[in-house]
C-alpha cells in the first residue's frame, strides 16, 4: 500500500507565510484547508507546530505534509488531499518557531490550542499560578531570544520578542478556537506574559500585531480505523494522518491583515466588522447543545452524537435549550429557525462518528460559555428555564461520575465542587459559575436528581 509523497500526490510546498500552533484534525479540515483551496494558494505555505505530542509532526513529515480529509457527506465520504501544509514540527521546536518569525514575510499565525491551551484564570487574564507559565516568565525573563517555552502563550511571546530584534514587521493572530472574543482573549493572555518578561515589548506589540476575532464552524471528530479504512479502500493510499469531517464549514473574521492574507473569501469564509452575532449563534446552538448532549445523553447510555439526536428525550432537551437560548440571539428569527433545522440535519449525520466524551472533555472551560450567558440572561427577564439549566445540572452529575468520563484540566478542584449531597454540590457548581440566583437551586437540584436516577438505564 503506498502512502502520500508530493511528488505524486500534491502541490509542491509553498513558501511559508503561514504559522500554526495546534496540529489537531480541527485545523487540518478548516484554516489549512481553506488555505489550500484558496486562489494563489502556491504562494501562501504553512508551518505547522504541534502543541504538545510530536506524533503527528513525525506522522505527517512522513508523508511532505500532505493528508487526506474525508468529507463524510449523505452522499457518501469523499477523499480530499489538503497541500497547504509545508513544513511541520514539534512543539518544542523552538529554533524553528523563532526562526520563522524573524522572516519579514510571514504574515498570519493561526491557532487551535483547545480553550485550555490559553492558560487563562478566572477573570480572563493569564493564569500567572500555572506552572508552566510561571516557568515559561522565568525562562524568557533568563534568555528571551532563546529561552525553553512549553506554553502556548509563551511561545507566541518568545516568537515575538525573536521578531522584534529581526524588525521583520506587522502581522496578525488569528485564534480558531471556540471561545467568545477570541481575538481579544488571546491579546490579553499575551500582552500580560509580554508584560512579565519584558515591560517595553507591550508597546511593540501593539503596533505591530493586529488581534483577529473569528467564529469557527466545521465538526471534526477524532479520526477512527475506519476513516483510515475508507480511504485505503477509495484511494490505494494508506493514510494514518486521514482527517474526517462534515461537508458545512463556516469561518467569519474580523479584523486586519498587515502582512496579507490568502483570499479565502474567494472559498467562502466572510470578512465582517462584527464576530459577535455570528459567534453567539454558533456558540449557543450547535456547542451549547453537544454539551447538553455530551452530558445528558451519555448519562442516557449514547456515545455519539448521532446515536443521542435521534432518542426523543435527548432531542427534546436539545429543543428545549435553544427555545431559551434563541429568544437572546440578535439575528432574524428565520435565520435562526433555519441555522436549527440545518443543525438536526448535521448532528444525524451517522457517517460522522462524533464521540459525545470527546466534546465533554473541559467543560470547565466550556460551560461557563455555552451555558451561563443563556442562564443569566433568562434570568435578567425573571424566568429560570429547565431547558437552559439543564446543561449545568447534567454536567454535575457527570462531574459526579455518571455518563462520559471526565476529562478536565481542572478536574481536581471540579471534584472538591461536587462532592456531598446533590444540594451541596449544586450550591457550589452554581456559586463558582457566579450564578447565585437562589431560584436556580431547586430546578437544578430537580435536575441532576432526574439525570442520576436515569444513569444507566438507558430510558
Ligand atoms: N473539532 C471540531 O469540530 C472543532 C470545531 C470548531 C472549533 N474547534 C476548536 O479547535 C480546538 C481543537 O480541536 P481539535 O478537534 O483540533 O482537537 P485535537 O485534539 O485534534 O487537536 C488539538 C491541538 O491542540 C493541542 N493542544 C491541546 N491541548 C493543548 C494545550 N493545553 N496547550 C497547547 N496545545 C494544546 C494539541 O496538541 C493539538 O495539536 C477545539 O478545542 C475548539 O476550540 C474544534
Ligand atoms: O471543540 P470543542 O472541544 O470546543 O467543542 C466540542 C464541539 O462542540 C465542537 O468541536 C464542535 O463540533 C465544533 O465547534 C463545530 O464547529
Redesign the pocket.
Known amino acids: 500500500m503506498r502512502r502520500l509523497s508530493r511528488d505524486v500526490d500534491g502541490r509542491p510546498a509553498a513558501p511559508v507565510r503561514i504559522v500554526h500552533?495546534?496540529?489537531?484534525?480541527?485545523?487540518?479540515?478548516?484554516a489549512a484547508w481553506y488555505t489550500d483551496r484558496a486562489p494563489g494558494a502556491d504562494a501562501w505555505g504553512i508551518a505547522a507546530?504541534?502543541?504538545?505530542?510530536p506524533a503527528?509532526a513525525e506522522a505527517l513529515s512522513a508523508q511532505d505534509g500532505l493528508y487526506t480529509l474525508l468529507v463524510r457527506g449523505p452522499e457518501g465520504p469523499r477523499p480530499e488531499i489538503v497541500s497547504s501544509l509545508s513544513a511541520v514540527h514539534p512543539?518544542d521546536d523552538l529554533a524553528a518557531l523563532r526562526d520563522y518569525f524573524s522572516r519579514p514575510e510571514l504574515a498570519v499565525v493561526t491557532l487551535?490550542?483547545?480553550?485550555?491551551?490559553?492558560?487563562r484564570a478566572a477573570d480572563g487574564g493569564l493564569d500567572r499560578e500555572d506552572g508552566?507559565v510561571s516557568a515559561d516568565v522565568a525562562a524568557l525573563l533568563v534568555d528571551p531570544v532563546g529561552g525553553t517555552v512549553?506554553?502556548?502563550p509563551g511561545r507566541l511571546v518568545a516568537g515575538l520578542l525573536a521578531r522584534r530584534a529581526r524588525g521583520a514587521g506587522a502581522l496578525a493572530i488569528v485564534p480558531?478556537?471556540?471561545?467568545p472574543d477570541n481575538g481579544a482573549m488571546v491579546a490579553r493572555v499575551v500582552t500580560d506574559l509580554a508584560d512579565a518578561v519584558d515591560p517595553t515589548l507591550r508597546a511593540w506589540v501593539d503596533d505591530h500585531v493586529s488581534w483577529v476575532t473569528t467564529m469557527?464552524?466545521?465538526?471534526?471528530?477524532?479520526t477512527t480505523d475506519d476513516d483510515r479504512d475508507e480511504v485505503r479502500s477509495r484511494t490505494g493510499v494508506d493514510d494514518p494522518e486521514t482527517v474526517p469531517?462534515e461537508p458545512y464549514s463556516e469561518w467569519v473574521l474580523a479584523g486586519s491583515f498587515p502582512g496579507g492574507r490568502p483570499d479565502w473569501e474567494a472559498v467562502g469564509a466572510r470578512v465582517v466588522d462584527d464576530v459577535a452575532p455570528f459567534e453567539q449563534r454558533k456558540l449557543w446552538l450547535l456547542?451549547g447543545a453537544h454539551s447538553v448532549l455530551a452530558y445528558g445523553a451519555s448519562i442516557l447510555g449514547h456515545e455519539t452524537v448521532a446515536d443521542a439526536i435521534a432518542d426523543p428525550r435527548a432531542r427534546a432537551w436539545v429543543e428545549e435549550w435553544w427555545e431559551a437560548a434563541s429568544r437572546h440571539l440578535r439575528l432574524p428569527a428565520e435565520e435562526v429557525a433555519g441555522y436549527r433545522d440545518a443543525l438536526l440535519a448535521r448532528f444525524s449525520n451517522a457517517s460522522i462518528r462524533?464521540l459525545l466524551a470527546?466534546i465533554a472533555a473541559?467543560g470547565s472551560q466550556k460551560v461557563p460559555i455555552r451555558a451561563v450567558p443563556v442562564i443569566a440572561a433568562e434570568l435578567a427577564q425573571d424566568r429560570v428555564e429547565p431547558g437552559a439549566t439543564r446543561m449545568v445540572a447534567a454536567w454535575v452529575a457527570h462531574l459526579r461520575g455518571h455518563g462520559a468520563p471526565v476529562t478536565d484540566?481542572r478536574a481536581e478542584m471540579l471534584q472538591e465542587l461536587v462532592a456531598g449531597s446533590v444540594g451541596d454540590a449544586v450550591d457550589r457548581v452554581l456559586g463558582w459559575l457566579d450564578l447565585d440566583a437562589p431560584a436556580l437551586h431547586d430546578v437544578v437540584v430537580e435536575q441532576v436528581t432526574e439525570l442520576e436516577s436515569a444513569s444507566g438505564s438507558g430510558t
Open positions: 500552533l495546534g496540529l489537531g484534525n480541527f485545523f487540518r479540515a478548516h507546530f504541534t502543541g504538545r505530542s503527528a512543539g487551535t490550542v483547545t480553550e485550555a491551551g490559553y492558560r508552566g512549553t506554553t502556548t480558531n478556537d471556540n471561545v469557527v464552524d466545521r465538526i471534526t471528530p477524532r469531517t456547542n462524533h470527546q473541559d484540566t
